[in-house]
């Protein structure tokens, strides 16, 4: 009998427990990474930027350089090393209070120069470290520490759709909304990042990945229960596909 | 050598250049644009270098944050305003042991003040400036030929100390023009930044962070940023002293009020009152043992700066209690001249008999 291996653990994965909560999907999107970044064979040349955030520690999983950023400058600082050593593959790792409150400006304004950067953005509608307070991406109606009624309109505003901003900006080359809340949109998120990294190896522009991603402590439901969830609520709001794909253009 | 006669914003930009900054990053404001300007036309097309102007000074910093993390000599330069937002990117640089080099062409303050030279921000410059226990090397350059000299030493300590060295102007010296040199040439080889990150190759990977869960690492990490500082104070303090030797008083001033203020101790001498200066040219780490030694001999200092009083804390400090302090102070943006600075200190001089 042969013992034919069909699943293992990535290469670029420290053999170390993660500390994120049962069901989050940062473990998930940290494995994705590993994956990609080992079959593009980038190691040797990748630069990740981790946030303050729940992935402030993801330099304990991913074997790969890292330099962490302060709130929200990860845009910035990417652009600082990219500048500098344009061989290096730079990309951001950020959540949705990370990218798209605190450092919008930063963002926006990285994608406007059309930096040659890659953002991975996470989104799971909270502020997760601090203890699950009302992001711009948390839902209308949504609970909160910070909007313990549900989100109101009036009051909080609505869902800031970032990948849909960005699309309009002329610098962004890649844009996709994935979720990691199923085998086969996990599948869909690996491809999208190796995409976006190629964007960026053929030095086309700005590239960016938003993914989906539960937060079932902070939603307070059951790991099952928040991947539903994000199928149900989320996608409303954030509608998972390509939001803007200028590759082709770019290319010639 | 060849004398440029340009304005003290333009000349920390060509003596940066000379120095081998490869990255400049800024924001416009007031009255430091010649030198984001300067950048502009004579950085951005340089081979191998960049120049952003950037969306705001948060990411102007952040992104000499990177530009260092890749390993290469950056600058960012800004007003009062400007720096106080740059603060939170400073402790990023100070904690993570970057080397960087930061221009404050002070104006007055708090607020949004007024876009005329000031010394308001001594303070902020000297005591770390924004979260969180650490120092920055802060220079006071007092004419042209400074700021040029000063430039080019900011990088050389940043890098050889891996710290965020601040180069404390004023608007007055920025917008002054005066003859200048500049001594060096910018080195051929810089020599490369073992920290520095581009991809895990040929080594394990590595991370730059300041972040950290445990208590006890960070205060290993705060033990070792500061016996790093204790160096630097040992290191490397900077001042001039001007006719000390007979003087019964003496004028404790920095950057443009030290210049000033020569102006006024000339005429006092001319008047036979003995009057000097101690000039710190280093604010942090400050010249104390200079000014207890001058105090083994004199009774009275008179600390003259364009604040409310912010260096007359160090004197204090230096003294020990051991002399008398009078202090003249014009804050605001205000440019006080020699000859009032002179009616201010002759009446200290008379006042304390010192003429007998």
Known sequence: MTIKTVYKRPKLLKERLFHYCPGCGHSVIHKLL??????MNLKERIVCIPPPGCSVFAYNYLDIDMAESAHGRGAAVATGI????????????????????????????????????TAIFVNNAVYGMTGGQMAPTTMIGQKTTTSPYGREVNKEGYPLKMSEILSVVEGTVYIERTAVNSPKNIKKTKKAISKAFQVQIDNLGFSMVEILSPCPTNWKMSPIESWHWVDKEMVKEFPLGVIKDRIKVKKC | ?????????????????????????????????????????????????TFI?????????????GASIAGARAMTSSSSPGISL??????????????????????GGPGLGSISASQSDYFQATRGGGHGDYRTIVLSPASGQELADLTQRAFDLADN?????????????????????????????????????????????????????????????????????????????????????????????????????????KKARAHNLKVGMLRPITLWPFPFKK???????????????????????????????????????????????????????????????LNR
């Open chain 1, 34 to 39: 590993c994956e990609v970044i080992d079959e």
């Open chain 1, 82 to 117: 990219k500048r500098v050593s344009p061989e290096t593959i730079v990309f951001t790792y950020q959540g949705d209070g990370d990218l798209s409150a605190i450092g919008t400006a930063e963002t926006i304004h990285a994608a406007n120069r059309e930096e040659k950067i």
């Open chain 2, 1 to 49: 050598m060849n004398k440029y006669l340009i304005s003290g914003n333009s000349v920390i930009a060509e003596a940066a250049i000379r120095a081998g900054c490869q990255c400049y990053f800024g924001y416009p404001i007031t009255p430091q644009n010649e030198l984001t300007e300067y950048m502009a036309l004579h950085l951005s097309r340089k081979e191998g270098c």
């Open chain 2, 53 to 65: 102007q950037a969306e705001s000074e948060i990411s102007a910093i952040n992104m000499v944050y």
């Open chain 2, 86 to 107: 740059k603060q939170e990117g400073i402790s990023y640089l100070a904690a993570c042991e970057l080397p960087a080099v930061i221009v404050n062409m002070m104006r």
């Open chain 2, 161 to 265: 100390y891996r710290t965020p060295v601040i180069i404390l102007g004023d608007g007055m010296l920025g917008q002054m023009m005066e003859p200048v040199e500049f001594h060096k040439e910018a080195p051929e080889n810089l020599s490369t930044k073992s920290w520095a990150l581009k991809g895990a190759k040929d080594r394990p990977s590595k991370i730059i962070k300041t972040f950290t869960s445990n208590p006890n690492e960070l205060e290993e990490i705060n033990w070792r940023l500061f016996r790093k500082y204790r160096l630097i104070e040992r290191e490397e303090v900077d001042y001039e002293t001007y006719m000390v030797e007979d003087a019964e008083l003496i004028v404790i001033a920095y950057g443009i009020a030290a210049r000033i203020a020569k102006g006024a101790i």
């Open chain 2, 291 to 353: 000014i207890q030694e001058i105090s083994k001999r004199v009774q009275y200092f008179f600390v003259f700066e364009m604040n409310m009083g912010q260096m007359i804390e160090d004197v204090q400090l230096a003294l020990e209690g051991n002399g008398e302090i009078s202090f003249y102070g014009r804050p605001g943006g205000v440019i006080p001249t020699p000859s009032e600075v002179f009616r201010i200190l002759s009446r200290q001089y008379y006042q304390k008999g």
